[in-house]
Every structure is written in structure tokens, then in C-alpha cells.
């Protein structure tokens, strides 16, 4: 098996609508501390950093799908990684490498984006108009809630750290866990903000709209926000959505395989999305999911879609998605729940098309408009408008080649929600979202101990032992001994 742990640093190319030109923007490491923040391109140079972290920080690029697919009942762990196969297991010590290095990343990321929204206001450069100092603001709030919103759904409540910390002292830098609550307010209250400084589009080049936060990107993040929160708040999930739809980006939804065969990025439905030009600036996660035939190498992958998901595919007849988004194929490995000899076909996530040896140029959508029209099924059906969950429901259905829901998958408000949370396991398998669904719809612990996961090697079922407890992550250890007023999740 060849290691994965490489380091891939792609500065994003950006431009607006008053440039004819991509900006040349150099690391803001390279500029010293007394002109770093003095002229517009530095404050660019600044928030191409912050936009970066999508890409260097490990749980983006793919670790999402370990903490979100294979912690959950859609994939089993695979390869020869310990710690991946506790993800599988659902016995997550605080000691777990894995902790650690996600929560610094990503609270590093949330240090980028309060440092341009510090430094911003102190730009006196006339090329910095006001339009576009509102528009860079716009961006480093959406990026803050983005990650903001990561920690809050892995830890529960975490730090608020809203400005850059410069001091040493021990009670400028040991900060407690705010509430949940209160990190949902952030988070909402940031795009709410972020949403009326963003524009709808930036121009007439997709490649920038689909990179750069929009107003659209904030309304569909708020949305999933003010859902996911402890006490959701549907009418504003609905709220967001409209404002969505209105936008003049035209969201709209596309064909299912066009989504995913690799040369539609950018498109009608991406909201937004990690950019990867391969090479040197390339996404190594496809390379860890792939089947041999694509990925050119023999190894077991990380990452196999499980029995289950394959059977919910195909009691629902989903052959479109379930084509796009599964390969299946012959290996020399032997794999515990598909077949315990050498030489069974077994399925492949197959949402990234091209691995390009660790360097694909294989994007990765953080928001997309198929994800949101299922959100507006979810909230109307919370709200008691069932027709309207259904035609939004449908909609989706018809795009996958399926038939309207019955009567009895949609005949109460009970029975709608059980065939929404199976329509968006369908349509986001491999896209990081399993985990955080099952929580909101406060399924994770019935799913993963009714789940019939058998082990090939003994003929035995699996006992996951969910409990209540596991919905969280284990804050890390090493955070824990580093900052005293950190209290630990149950256990």
C-alpha cells in the first residue's frame, strides 16, 4: 500500500469582474511584518491563504468521508490504517491522531479568516474599493462559519475565537467551550452578515463563481445551519433557501452523471467547490477511494460502500446514482464483508472519476443545489406543508429516473421523513454528509445498532455500540493537556 499522507498546497487564482487579469499574488508569508497588510493585493494575498485551507487541511480533501461515510452505515473502513478502522468501529479514543490534527487545522483556517477580517479595514490603498473591501469581508466571514460549522457538528461546543490571538499570556490563550448554542449563533449570524456584503455572482466566469463564497453560498450554508442546530429553526432554513433560489447565479439542477464524470465542475448546480488543476496542485483523494482499473495501483482502498448502502440502492431501483456513484470490480485482496477470497467483485466510491497517481484535478463540491432542494423537502415537512416536501422530493426522484413517491412513502409527516433521509443517503452518498443526517434526524443510534453488517471471516454480525455518548467526537487529548479550562465530551 503506498502512504497518502501528502501535502498538497494549491493557492486559489482569482479575479473580479473590474480585472481583465488573473491577480499574480504572492504568499503573504513572504512580505514582512511591518508592510504585510498595507496594500490590496496583501489583504488578496491574505485571503487566498484563507481559502486555502480547503485544500491542505486533511479532514477537506477527504477525511470528511471517514468521519462522515465510514463512521456511519454507508462504507467500511479498508486498507491498513488502525486508526481508520476505529472510525469504522466507532472507538475513538482521545488519543486518536486524527483529533488533533483536524481540530488545529481547522481552527488554523479559522485564524485565517479572522486575521483578514482584522486587517481589512486598516487597507489604505485606493485599488481597494469599498465594493470590493465589503466583498473580502463577505468571504472571510462565510469561511469562518464554514469551519465553524465543521467543529460544532464533530465536537459539539468548542472555543469562539473570533480575532487572532498574539499573546501568551495563559488566560488570553486557554479558552473554555462556548455552547452549542452559542457557536450556531456564530456561525448563522456571520452568514447572515456574509450574505449581504457577497454578491450573487462575481461575473461571467464560472470557474471564479464556483471558487469564491457568494451570497448563494451563505444562504444554502445558513440554511444547513439553522437545521442542524440543537433547536432547528425551519422557517429560516426556508427563509434561506428562497433567497437562494432568487439569486441571479440560477442555480438549477443538472444531470446526476454530469455531476460527477469529471468534466462538468462548475456547473449550473455547484453552489461551491474546492478547485484542483492536478499536478502539483492536485487532490489526492481520489487516489485512496478508486478502483485498481483507475487508480493504476493493486492496494485495498480506504474507503468500500457497504452492504447495506448497495441494498438501499437497489431496493429503491436507483440504478442512476447508484452507476454513478459505485464501481464495482474483481480484486486480489480479500475484503471481510464482500467476499472473504481472493477474486470477488466489490463496489468502489466512484464520485471522483480520476486519481492521476495522488494528483487529480477532481473537484470536491462543498455546497451544491441537489443537497438544498432535499433541505427544502426536510423543512417543509417539518413545517407540516406535505405536498410541498413531496413536489420538492420529486423533483429529485424524476432527475434520478424514479417514479413520485407512493402514498406510503409519503402519507404522514413520519413516513415523509423516513423517505427524505433515504433519498439524501442516495443522492450525497460520498460527499461527506451521512453523519451529520442521521444526528439531525436524531437517528444515529437506532441506525448503527439495528444495522446488519456481517463479517465474513467468522459469519458473525457486527456490534457497533452506539450510544449517545458517540454522536460526539472525544475532544483531543493533546488539546485537553495544553488547555486546562477544556472540559472533555462523555465518554
Known amino acids: 500500500m503506498k502512504p497518502y499522507n501528502i501535502l498538497i498546497i494549491l493557492f486559489i487564482s482569482i479575479t473580479w469582474f473590474?480585472?481583465?487579469?488573473?491577480?499574480?499574488?504572492?504568499?503573504?508569508?513572504?512580505?514582512?511584518?511591518?508592510?504585510?497588510?498595507?496594500?490590496?493585493?496583501?489583504?488578496?494575498?491574505?485571503?487566498?491563504?484563507?481559502?486555502?485551507?480547503?485544500q491542505s487541511s486533511e479532514y477537506y480533501v477527504w477525511d470528511n468521508l471517514l468521519f462522515q461515510d465510514v463512521r456511519s452505515d454507508n462504507c467500511y473502513a479498508g486498507g491498513d490504517n488502525p486508526e481508520i478502522f476505529q472510525l469504522d468501529y466507532l472507538d475513538i479514543a482521545p488519543t486518536h491522531s486524527r483529533l488533533f490534527k483536524h481540530w488545529s487545522n481547522v481552527y488554523n483556517a479559522i485564524s485565517k479568516a479572522n486575521l483578514v477580517l482584522e486587517r481589512v479595514d486598516e487597507i489604505n490603498d485606493p485599488q481597494l474599493t469599498e465594493e470590493r473591501r465589503n466583498q473580502i469581508k463577505g468571504e472571510a466571514l462565510f469561511l469562518r462559519a464554514y469551519h465553524y460549522f465543521t467543529l460544532v457538528k464533530l465536537w459539539g461546543g468548542v472555543p469562539l475565537i473570533t480575532n487572532t490571538i498574539?499573546?501568551?499570556?495563559?488566560?488570553?490563550?486557554?479558552?473554555?467551550?462556548?455552547?452549542?448554542?452559542?457557536?450556531y449563533s456564530q456561525v448563522t449570524s456571520d452568514l447572515v452578515l456574509a450574505a449581504l456584503l457577497l454578491p450573487d455572482v462575481y461575473g461571467n466566469d464560472a470557474s471564479v463563481n464556483k471558487a469564491r463564497a457568494t451570497s448563494g453560498a451563505a444562504h444554502a450554508l445558513a440554511a444547513k445551519a439553522y437545521a442542524q442546530q440543537p433547536n432547528p429553526d425551519y422557517q429560516e432554513v426556508l427563509n434561506h433557501i428562497e433567497a437562494l433560489e432568487s439569486s441571479e447565479a440560477n442555480y438549477q439542477l443538472i444531470n446526476y452523471s454530469q455531476l460527477f464524470d469529471g468534466n462538468n465542475y462548475n456547473n449550473a448546480e455547484s453552489i461551491i467547490e474546492v478547485q484542483y488543476l492536478g499536478?502539483?496542485?492536485g487532490n489526492y483523494g481520489p487516489q485512496l477511494l478508486l478502483p485498481p482499473s483507475v487508480s493504476g495501483d493493486s492496494w485495498?482502498?480506504?474507503?468500500?460502500?457497504?452492504?447495506?448502502?448497495v441494498n438501499a440502492f437497489d431496493s429503491e431501483g436507483d440504478t442512476v446514482r447508484k452507476n454513478t456513484a459505485i464501481l464495482f470490480e474483481s480484486v486480489q485482496w480479500?475484503?471481510?464483508?464482500?467476499?472473504?477470497?481472493?477474486?470477488?467483485?466489490i463496489?468502489?466510491?466512484?464520485?471522483?472519476?480520476?486519481?492521476?497517481?495522488?494528483?487529480?484535478?477532481?473537484?470536491t463540491y462543498l455546497l451544491r443545489y441537489g443537497d438544498i432542494v432535499l433541505l427544502k423537502a426536510e423543512a417543509y415537512n417539518e413545517l407540516n406543508q406535505l405536498q410541498n416536501a413531496i413536489t420538492e422530493v420529486n423533483r429529485?426522484?424524476?432527475?434520478?429516473?424514479?417514479?413520485?413517491?407512493?402514498?406510503?412513502q409519503s402519507n404522514s409527516q413520519q413516513t415523509l421523513r423516513t423517505s427524505i433521509l433515504k433519498e439524501r443517503r442516495l443522492e450525497l452518498f460520498q460527499e461527506g454528509?451521512?453523519?451529520?443526517?442521521?444526528?439531525?434526524?436524531?437517528?444515529?443510534?437506532?441506525?448503527?445498532?439495528?444495522?446488519?453488517?456481517?463479517?465474513?471471516?467468522?459469519?458473525?454480525?457486527?456490534?457497533?455500540?452506539?450510544?449517545?455518548?458517540?454522536?460526539l467526537l472525544p475532544i483531543p487529548q493533546q488539546e485537553l493537556d495544553r488547555n486546562p479550562a477544556l472540559v472533555q465530551n462523555p465518554l
Open 18 to 54: 473590474s480585472c481583465e487579469d488573473f491577480l499574480d499574488l504572492q504568499p503573504i508569508s513572504e512580505e514582512t511584518s511591518s508592510n504585510a497588510y498595507e496594500t490590496a493585493s496583501q489583504i488578496e494575498s491574505a485571503l487566498v491563504g484563507a481559502y486555502e485551507s480547503f
Open 166 to 183: 498574539t499573546s501568551t499570556e495563559s488566560d488570553e490563550v486557554n479558552i473554555p467551550r462556548s455552547s452549542v448554542e452559542d457557536v
Open 279 to 281: 499536478g502539483n496542485e
Open 300 to 309: 485495498r482502498k480506504f474507503v468500500t460502500p457497504s452492504v447495506d448502502l
Open 334 to 345: 480479500v475484503d471481510e464483508f464482500w467476499g472473504n477470497t481472493q477474486g470477488f467483485s
Open 347 to 363: 463496489p468502489f466510491s466512484y464520485k471522483w472519476k480520476n486519481a492521476n497517481g495522488f494528483a487529480s484535478a477532481d473537484n
Open 396 to 408: 429529485i426522484r424524476s432527475r434520478a429516473g424514479l417514479p413520485d413517491l407512493t402514498d406510503t
Open 433 to 471: 454528509q451521512r453523519w451529520d443526517d442521521l444526528a439531525r434526524y436524531n437517528m444515529l443510534v437506532s441506525t448503527m445498532n439495528n444495522l446488519v453488517e456481517i463479517d465474513l471471516r467468522t459469519g458473525n454480525q457486527v456490534n457497533y455500540n452506539m450510544t449517545e455518548a458517540k454522536k
